[in-house]
């Protein structure tokens, strides 16, 4: 995990709500149209995995110890996997969903903070934060994924 | 007859004797240690409900995958807590040891898939412990100190060890040990080349993304010290030379290898607070490059505490 590494001036990491994702996690919208939330604690998961879900599967970001493809493409390439398909097809086998049933959950919406660190190399300090909010949504022939970055007036409380 | 490559391999695993006691008490502290590092790895299994939902894995660990397991067994996974908890007491005791570093071995396994496999990241906090469990269940490091030798006693079926047989697990962990360090080090150089190590920013990155995780409310001392670029880099040589240099531990003396291990201790501390690298309890592990009997004669012997005992 820590051994790639690219030297930047600038990273932009995620910062993300605790509680909201703890008490709201996605939210969702069923084949019948109704909306409303999925927490970890309706999947019966762990809250530290589940995060994970939301706050990078959700954006197609893989594991960093992700299993490597076997070609000799790099060391960086991993194997490529549709992430936000595998998460539809998580949650709706976990709540014994199929298809053809009326609840079977057909959208799921999150969002994260994108915090971006520049001038790393001298004098590091947050430059922007954005809201990044992410919609999938799951049809017979696949999954799409619409991102929406709208930025944030008063990035990170500790600015100097 | 001993010289040359030969007699030095010979010597490097099979002559440096330590007293059996000593393989004793490397499996009690080992043991002693895996309670918090269980705990530590596997608390948040507790928050599943065994009369709950299964989930289904995300992306299973390679074994998973193998076996064709593709959702969580919520009743399984809480016997597996506490059978990974009886069974490591047990190596403590040294009760039935090599099935009860089995069955931890397994357990390991088994948790750390379920763990694991729920959104797709692979930890690697447990490979050293693995590999030390695995060679101490396959010395008698069960037959010292324990509740099997009194077994093995009592049916006359307790040999003597032989000195040779103290000397190579311990060897062999602390030849893990050191490669697990050392390769880490070339890893980092073979896959990011100088990137890693011209600048401070491989520990930048991961002080910006362990402060803001939560938000900036929580905003960490890492964030403070991520605004020291040349600090960032100090720590980042230290982490590379320090990776690179543990092959030495094994042949230098007992004092620069404590001090070696304890800075590598603080290390290791220090990455936990600040990165939220969950390797806090590695340095149990280090018990190994140290004779623990000379150590435990040693404090039977001072004041306050074993002589009062014997006086």
Request: charge should be positive.
């Given at each position: 995990m820590y051994s790639a590494h690219h030297s930047s001036d600038s990273y932009t990491v995620t910062a993300m709500d605790r509680e909201t994702v703890r008490e709201h996690g996605f939210g969702v919208t069923r084949r019948d149209g109704s909306i409303?939330?999925?927490?970890?604690?309706?999947?019966?998961?762990?809250?530290?995995?589940?995060?994970?879900?939301?706050?990078?599967?959700?954006?197609?970001?893989?594991?960093?110890?992700?299993?490597?493809a076997v070609t000799d493409s790099g060391p960086y390439n991993t194997v490529a996997v549709d992430w936000p398909a595998r998460i539809f097809e998580t949650v709706n086998r976990t709540l014994g969903?199929?298809?053809?049933?009326?609840?079977?959950?057909?959208?799921?919406?999150?969002?994260?903070?994108?915090?971006?660190?520049?001038?790393?190399h001298s004098a590091p300090r947050i430059a922007s934060e954005t809201l990044d909010s992410v919609i999938l949504r799951w049809t017979p022939s696949g999954v799409t994924v619409e991102r929406r970055m709208l930025?944030?007036?008063r990035p990170g409380a500790r600015q100097q | 007859m001993k010289g040359g490559i030969a007699g030095a391999w010979h010597r490097f695993w099979y002559e440096r004797a330590t007293s059996a006691d000593n393989l004793g008490l490397v499996r009690i502290t080992l043991g002693i240690g895996l309670i918090p590092l269980h705990i530590s790895n596997f608390i948040s299994l507790l928050s599943i409900d065994p009369a709950g939902r299964s989930y289904h894995y995300l992306e299973q660990i390679w074994y998973y995958r193998l076996l064709g397991m593709d959702q969580v067994n919520p009743h399984l996974t809480m016997f597996g807590l506490g059978l990974l908890m009886v069974a490591t007491v047990a190596i403590i005791l040294g009760y039935r040891t090599r099935t009860a570093i089995a069955v931890t071995i397994l357990c390991i396994f088994y948790l750390k898939g379920v763990r694991d496999s729920a959104a797709g990241d692979v930890h690697h906090r447990y490979l050293m412990w693995v590999h030390a469990l695995a060679l101490l269940m396959v010395s008698r490091a069960g037959e010292v100190l324990s509740l099997d030798r009194r077994r093995l006693n009592r049916i006359g079926r307790m040999r003597p060890i032989e000195g040779w047989e103290t000397s190579w697990p311990i060897r062999a962990i602390q030849s893990y040990i050191v490669i697990f360090y050392c390769g880490a080090g070339i890893a980092k150089l073979r896959v990011s080349g100088w990137d890693w190590l011209m600048d401070g920013t491989a520990l930048q990155k991961f002080l910006f993304i362990k402060s803001a995780r939560w938000g900036f409310e929580t905003l960490t001392i890492g964030y403070d010290l991520a605004q020291f670029p040349t600090v960032a880099w100090g720590l980042v040589v230290f982490t590379i030379v320090a990776e690179l240099s543990f092959p030495v531990l094994l042949f230098v003396g007992a004092v620069p290898r404590a001090l070696f291990l304890l800075v590598m201790a603080g290390f290791h501390i220090a990455n936990g607070v600040l990165l939220g690298v969950n390797f806090y309890f590695t340095p149990i592990l280090y018990v190994v490059f140290f004779d623990l009997s000379k150590i435990r004669d040693r404090l039977s012997r001072a004041p306050g505490i074993g002589a009062s005992r014997s006086g």
């Amino acid at each position: 995990m820590y051994s790639a590494h690219h030297s930047s001036d600038s990273y932009t990491v995620t910062a993300m709500d605790r509680e909201t994702v703890r008490e709201h996690g996605f939210g969702v919208t069923r084949r019948d149209g109704s909306i409303g939330e999925l927490t970890a604690t309706d999947l019966n998961m762990p809250f530290r995995t589940f995060w994970l879900l939301l706050a990078e599967r959700a954006y197609g970001e893989a594991p960093p110890n992700h299993r490597r493809a076997v070609t000799d493409s790099g060391p960086y390439n991993t194997v490529a996997v549709d992430w936000p398909a595998r998460i539809f097809e998580t949650v709706n086998r976990t709540l014994g969903l199929t298809p053809d049933d009326s609840s079977y959950i057909v959208e799921l919406r999150a969002a994260r903070r994108r915090v971006k660190f520049d001038d790393v190399h001298s004098a590091p300090r947050i430059a922007s934060e954005t809201l990044d909010s992410v919609i999938l949504r799951w049809t017979p022939s696949g999954v799409t994924v619409e991102r929406r970055m709208l930025p944030l007036d008063r990035p990170g409380a500790r600015q100097q | 007859m001993k010289g040359g490559i030969a007699g030095a391999w010979h010597r490097f695993w099979y002559e440096r004797a330590t007293s059996a006691d000593n393989l004793g008490l490397v499996r009690i502290t080992l043991g002693i240690g895996l309670i918090p590092l269980h705990i530590s790895n596997f608390i948040s299994l507790l928050s599943i409900d065994p009369a709950g939902r299964s989930y289904h894995y995300l992306e299973q660990i390679w074994y998973y995958r193998l076996l064709g397991m593709d959702q969580v067994n919520p009743h399984l996974t809480m016997f597996g807590l506490g059978l990974l908890m009886v069974a490591t007491v047990a190596i403590i005791l040294g009760y039935r040891t090599r099935t009860a570093i089995a069955v931890t071995i397994l357990c390991i396994f088994y948790l750390k898939g379920v763990r694991d496999s729920a959104a797709g990241d692979v930890h690697h906090r447990y490979l050293m412990w693995v590999h030390a469990l695995a060679l101490l269940m396959v010395s008698r490091a069960g037959e010292v100190l324990s509740l099997d030798r009194r077994r093995l006693n009592r049916i006359g079926r307790m040999r003597p060890i032989e000195g040779w047989e103290t000397s190579w697990p311990i060897r062999a962990i602390q030849s893990y040990i050191v490669i697990f360090y050392c390769g880490a080090g070339i890893a980092k150089l073979r896959v990011s080349g100088w990137d890693w190590l011209m600048d401070g920013t491989a520990l930048q990155k991961f002080l910006f993304i362990k402060s803001a995780r939560w938000g900036f409310e929580t905003l960490t001392i890492g964030y403070d010290l991520a605004q020291f670029p040349t600090v960032a880099w100090g720590l980042v040589v230290f982490t590379i030379v320090a990776e690179l240099s543990f092959p030495v531990l094994l042949f230098v003396g007992a004092v620069p290898r404590a001090l070696f291990l304890l800075v590598m201790a603080g290390f290791h501390i220090a990455n936990g607070v600040l990165l939220g690298v969950n390797f806090y309890f590695t340095p149990i592990l280090y018990v190994v490059f140290f004779d623990l009997s000379k150590i435990r004669d040693r404090l039977s012997r001072a004041p306050g505490i074993g002589a009062s005992r014997s006086g």
